[in-house]
């Protein structure tokens, strides 16, 4: 035998895999697991052998894994599925499998990744894109697009809902006299009270500055919305206590409705911030509705 020749051990290999390799019978009970399935899931190959995979999968994946299990049994190869499973600890991982069925020795072998950093950054930049940086209210785009989705409901269940934009009515003062940081604190203070006068099914959002958006779903039975404005523009005109300075604001709020005022999010958000204009024109600390000219 040539002395420099290597000679590879498959079982040494897969101990040092970082992946994890499985091996489960046509019952769904793992009869094999590599080392790596410890660092990935936290359980030892003891542990885990002679149980149900599905022991270990996250619940609200199950069915989604038995219908792929389901596809793999059939004889078709899976080169990338992903689903979630729980860690020893109670953690959940996001898992990416590569699997196939050996109809000669009747059992299942899959290679697991795990992807959870991944799926943490995806989540994280996808929250960053719909979310203010300061407020981490929604933004625009998220704002837009949950509208878009409130007035599919409605259409559908033949109900109303309503955009009501706020300006704040003296936050360049603050701003100028007190500086930006306790402008932004300001903001913050104003995004937590806008908060506490919705309900959990409407959205408040910040669009930039100091002007914000709410859609109230359902305000035909449900809510009233120039109720909810006028409870928004009497709390917005309490002081705000910030570092022992008292800052006070008020709001000019616009409202249209759908259906009777628009059909689109860009034309409701449009309306609604005409009539916001016209309540700064009369003075501030106003609410009113868009009327057709």
């Known amino acids: 035998m040539d002395d420099n020749k290597v000679v590879i051990n498959l079982a040494d290999v897969m101990e040092l895999m970082l992946d994890a390799v499985c091996v ?5 009970c793992f009869v094999f697991v590599s080392a790596g399935f410890e660092h990935i899931f936290g359980y030892t190959p003891q542990e885990v052998i002679g149980r149900n995979m599905v022991e ?16 793999i049994l059939s004889g078709q190869l899976q080169r990338r599925f992903e689903n979630r499973w729980v860690h020893k600890d ?3 991982v996001n898992i990416l499998w590569s699997a196939r069925w050996s109809e000669e020795h009747q059992v299942r072998i899959a290679v697991a990744h795990d992807i959870t950093e991944r799926k943490e950054m995806e989540a994280s930049l996808l929250y960053a894109a719909g979310h203010d940086d300061l407020t981490k209210l ?3 785009t998220l704002l837009l697009d949950r509208l878009q989705t409130a007035l599919i409901l409605a259409e559908r ?3 109303m809902l309503s955009v009501l934009f706020i300006d704040i009515d003296g936050f360049k003062a603050v701003n100028d006299d007190f500086g930006h940081i306790m402008g932004d604190k300001l903001l913050l203070g104003i995004a937590k009270r806008l908060k506490s006068c919705i309900r959990k099914s409407d959205t408040v959002g910040r669009l ?7 859609v109230l779903h359902n305000t035909h039975k449900t ?22 300075a008292q800052l006070e604001v008020s709001s000019s709020i616009g409202i249209a409705s759908y259906p009777e005022n628009g059909t689109t999010p860009l034309e409701l958000v449009q309306l609604a911030d005409q009539a ?8 501030g600390d106003e609410v009113i509705f868009y009327l057709p000219l």
């Open 223 to 244: 809510v009233n919305a120039k109720t909810v404005a006028d409870k928004i523009r009497t709390k917005l005109a309490q002081p705000f206590i910030i570092e022992g």
């Open 157 to 159: 269940e033949r109900t």
């Open 138 to 140: 929604p933004n625009r």
């Open 90 to 92: 109670g953690k959940v």
């Open 24 to 28: 489960v019978d046509k019952f769904g």
């Open 208 to 214: 930039g500055g100091d002007e914000f958006l709410i």
């Open 276 to 283: 916001m204009y016209q309540a700064k024109k009369s003075g």
């Open 56 to 71: 270990f999968v996250y619940p609200e994946d199950t069915q989604g894994t038995l219908g792929t299990v389901d596809t």
